[in-house]
């Protein structure tokens, strides 16, 4: 046992992290899955071509298949290539459905978490899919697509019931929307486009981007000056950014990439961009996560197994999730792992003291705050899992956090405190 012990202590003191930041769930599905959205931790949504539209009640640990049939469940009469969760009764999801010798635009909702839907699909002539559907709110949202090579938009301000759909801009393929209140908002699409609203979508502007050949397949805005947009022209990927509005937009530093098609941003600092890149000649899945407004973007890990990436979506700071191809579905509890870069350092004025440890059955975190602020102590298992969260109103001066860890076994964990937009982050270890 003392050998034990002192292997365990060995390895505390000298490793560096090693375990899964982003670790696989089990939609039971080899489907692509498009697009993941939750409504809150434990309640979420994914979509994908065969036809699927599943759901999880515990955070993506269990998925089950809803009520929807309007085709034949399991074929490729349907694409299913966005879902968006408004809460926890109401989900809309968009698409396409065969119909003959062509693709047509595709939509259903639920009212009532999924026991039941409406949907319909477009039966003229001409092949299109609508791409992705947004919402402000519980009754006014927007959806884009393409038909006959022209920019679909649809919008409603009457919930599910009212959606007006009227192409928009010729020969423009439209693939995401944005929109950061009742009234303003963007869409992007092929050829580097990207058009802006200042009336809830009515009439657009087309802005200038600087790019010909690109697609750009995600557009996301934290505010009314800043904005981001993920693409590829030609299998190189690309991150194009605006802080005017998107009157200007520049590309940014971040690894090399085929493809991007995911976005998501929690902050005006923080986000993440999924898709794929190339290693030894395979594709493989990619995640990059900024903390500073997307000037910079450095890659997580991702399993070599993991092939292209296609949605992103977080619910906070630390938990997220992104989808990809042949069914894969990756979580995080720890912001896919960012905080652990860099163990023991503390951007606290005064370094955090942590005691006793190795501990037995309870440690306290004790740190000095320069003025008051809401503290967040939340703690992982060796995994990367999220196992503790405890949040308190702090005064300044000289404060602690107790974490009582009787119930757990013995071990390597790791916490990270966070006091407004400071943190420290680093390993402990619970002995008999």
């Not at 299109?128 to 009754?139: E, K, L, M, N, P």
């Not at 990619?286 to 197994?305: C, F, K």
């Not at 652990?340 to 955090?352: D, L």
């Not at 703690?379 to 999220?386: R, S």
Request: aromatic share 14%.
């Amino acid at each position: 046992m003392k050998h034990l012990l002192s292997c365990i202590i060995f390895i505390f003191c000298t490793s560096i992290l090693s375990f899964s930041q982003w670790y696989e769930l089990n939609p039971e599905t080899n489907s692509h899955i498009y697009c993941v959205h939750f409504s809150d931790n434990s309640l979420g949504w994914i979509c994908a071509n065969n036809n699927l539209i599943k759901q999880t009640a515990d955070g993506g640990d269990t998925w089950n298949e809803t009520n929807f049939h309007g085709g034949t469940s399991g074929s490729s009469d349907f694409n299913w290539y966005s879902i968006y969760a408004i809460n926890e009764n109401e989900v809309y999801a968009c698409g396409s459905k065969y119909n003959w010798d062509r693709f047509q635009f595709n939509y259903a909702y639920s009212t009532n978490a999924g026991s039941s839907w409406t949907w319909q699909s477009s039966w003229g002539s001409s092949a299109g899919a609508w791409r992705q559907v947004f919402f402000i709110d519980d009754q006014i949202g927007w959806k884009v697509g393409t038909r006959s090579g022209n920019g679909w938009i649809g919008r409603t301000s009457d919930g599910f019931n009212e959606f007006i759909d009227s192409p928009v801009f010729d020969d423009q393929p439209l693939r995401s929307v944005h929109f950061i209140d009742q009234n303003i908002g963007w869409v992007a699409g092929s050829n580097g486009f990207i058009a802006k609203s200042i009336d809830a979508g009515i009439t657009w502007t087309e802005l200038q981007t600087g790019l010909e050949a690109e697609d750009l397949n995600k557009i996301f805005f934290i505010d009314a000056t800043t904005g981001w947009a993920v693409g590829d022209e030609d299998d190189v990927g690309i991150i194009i950014k605006t802080t005017d509005g998107g009157a200007t937009w520049n590309t940014v530093n971040m690894p090399p990439t085929m493809e991007l098609n995911g976005l998501y941003f929690v902050n005006e600092d923080i986000g993440w961009a999924c898709g794929s890149t190339v290693v030894n000649q395979e594709e493989r899945g990619l995640i990059l996560y900024s903390d500073d407004a997307g000037e910079n973007w450095t890659e997580q890990y991702v399993a070599d197994e993991v092939s292209a990436l296609y949605g992103v979506f977080f619910i906070n700071e630390l938990t997220g999730w992104v989808s990809g191809s042949d069914g894969i579905i990756l979580k995080t509890t720890n912001a896919g792992g960012t905080q652990f870069e860099g163990i023991e350092e503390n951007p606290f004025t005064y370094s955090v003291v942590k005691y006793p440890n190795p501990f037995t059955l309870s440690i306290i975190f004790e740190y000095e705050l320069k003025q008051p602020e809401k503290v967040s102590l939340t703690i992982f298992d060796n995994m990367g899992k999220q196992i503790n969260f405890i949040q308190k109103n702090q005064f300044d001066g000289i404060q602690q956090i107790k974490w009582n860890a009787e119930i757990r076994p013995e071990g390597i964990y790791h916490y990270r405190i966070q006091a407004g937009k400071k943190a420290a982050s680093g390993k402990i270890l619970k002995i008999k």
